[in-house]
């Protein structure tokens, strides 16, 4: 008799910076669980998104994908009916598959990929079963663009933890049969709030203060500028002591997940699934939290944004190390293909790093790509009347709204440099190993032009070997 194929769980959160583990380094955060599962499996270092915004990102993860090639680039834009997704292959192959949380992916053809959905977002549940998640919406009405507030749900029973327990009574009625579970974490995505003792537990540590130039934007795109000018930061959190607080309160429901994630991994061990279960750690992308001046997200393709947390676990198989090389999120489907020896389906741009998670090699990519914005004119200086100004100003959506967002710009990321090109804007270049922050834009410098130019074909070489022709 062959022996069971291997369970995958993906652990996906939503809006989590890279540096948001102890084992990454983070001297501030406690995150135990996260950092032992790190520690059982490969934790990389450099892993990045095609595009820092929830759909986007999530699409291309399924369909390991570039954004331009599976045809979504903003929130409204959910998977297209003729992309294949790698949950839906893998039911057919024989795998009972599940998603507890959040979606915002795939929207009508959830039942089509999975054979169990719970939905639950940022305000609640889609379809309260109790009188707890009944109130928990209640409370959670109006509180999406609020600064920052306080869960007053206990943490056995708040969202996060509702979002866990549901996908373990989905891996209990697996029975024998190999199951996927797409765990997906709506924080610590806004609203910003956590139950105690997580909102409390880092009240009085004094964090460092965001990375940022005082006359950082002079040489940036217009449309970081007016974020800057016109976003949620200093309107929101005007004092260090504002800032302090939405930090703590953020670490806090990463502390709430890494707690639930001990959970899962006890009840793994408890039921024998652990030694045959992959369990992947990653975000859908980041989260300013202040750099550049700028809070939350936008269309802009700093490391803050782009590159996210990445654990693969596999016990006995997967090699216990710290992996450095450039990955992407799009790799991670012809990867977990390769260790379940499943074929990889033709199509998809993702390349598998099982070498790289076996211990057979150290390198994978020389380069990473991203992409962000949507079809138009990027915004220039003087476009925006005043009254649209003060519209925008009192939207909450900015980073996300028309004006900003329109025009499309495409990044590439080696270990040394970071190019982004924005047509009838700014271009930036940024020198990673000198100015990690990104603070300086160097692409004005002539001393770097030959730099541009191979980073400009690198990009170009890109989007002809990956255009897209079949848009029926």
């Known amino acids: 008799m062959n022996a069971k194929k291997p369970n995958i769980i993906i652990i996906y959160t939503d809006q989590q910076r ?4 102890g084992v990454t380094g983070n001297a501030y955060i406690k995150t135990p669980n996260l950092d032992q599962l790190a520690n059982s499996g ?17 699409i291309s993860l399924f369909t390991g994908k570039y954004n331009h090639a599976n045809l979504s680039y903003n929130n409204s834009r959910l998977i297209c009916d003729n992309q294949m997704d790698f949950a839906g292959y893998l039911r057919k192959t024989g795998y009972r598959t599940g998603l507890s949380g959040k979606d915002h992916c795939f929207g009508r053809r959830l039942s089509e990929s999975f054979d169990f959905v719970w939905e639950a977002s940022h305000l609640g549940f889609k379809e309260p079963a109790s009188e707890d998640e009944v109130a928990i919406n209640k409370y959670r009405t109006g509180k999406f663009t609020v600064p920052f507030c306080e869960d007053p749900f206990p943490a056995e029973k708040n969202l996060t933890a509702s979002i866990f327990n549901r996908g373990k009574q989905f891996i209990k009625e697996s029975n024998e049969q190999p199951f996927f579970l797409w765990l997906s974490i709506p924080d610590p995505h806004p609203p910003y709030m956590v139950s105690e003792p997580f909102a409390s537990m880092y009240r009085d540590v004094d964090f460092p203060g965001p990375v940022y130039g005082e006359d950082e934007m002079a040489n940036k795109p217009y449309r970081q500028r007016m974020v800057v000018e016109m976003d949620k930061l200093t309107a929101d959190y005007p004092t260090k002591k504002d800032f302090q607080k939405l930090v703590s ?10 707690q639930q994630v001990g959970l899962l991994l006890g009840f793994l061990k408890e039921e024998g699934l652990f030694e045959n279960t992959i369990i992947v750690f990653t975000s859908d992308h980041g989260d300013y939290l202040g750099d550049h001046k700028m809070i939350r997200k936008g269309p ?3 490391d803050s944004l782009t590159r996210v947390p990445l654990i693969f676990s596999f016990p006995g198989k997967i ?3 710290v992996a450095d090389c450039l990955v992407s999120n799009i790799d991670i489907f012809p990867t977990l293909f390769n260790i379940i020896n499943l074929e990889q389906p033709d199509g998809i741009n993702g390349r598998s790093f099982y070498d790289v998670v076996m211990g057979k090699s150290n390198k994978h990519r020389e380069m990473v790509f991203m992409e962000h914005g949507g079809p138009g004119t990027v915004l220039q200086l003087g476009e925006l009347s005043p009254d649209d100004q003060k519209r925008l100003k009192n939207s909450g959506n900015l980073h996300l709204c028309d004006e900003v967002y329109k025009g499309r710009t495409k990044g590439v990321r080696t270990e040394k440099w970071k190019l982004c090109i924005t047509p009838n804007d700014v271009t930036e270049l940024y020198n990673i190993e000198s100015d990690p922050f990104e603070l300086v834009n160097l692409a004005n410098d002539d001393r770097y032009k030959e730099v541009i130019c191979k980073l400009k074909g690198h990009i170009l070489d890109w989007l002809i070997d990956t255009e897209y022709y079949d848009y029926i």
């Not at 490969?42 to 999530?58: G, Q, Y």
């Not at 670490?251 to 890494?258: E, L, P």
């Open 249 to 258: 309160i953020y670490y806090g429901m990463v502390s709430c997940i890494d």
């Open 300 to 302: 802009h393709l700093y």
């Open 18 to 21: 890279y540096d948001t583990l």
């Open 42 to 58: 490969t934790l990389f270092t450099n892993a990045f998104v095609t595009c820092p915004i929830c759909v986007p990102s999530r």
């Open 319 to 321: 090699k216990q190390q």
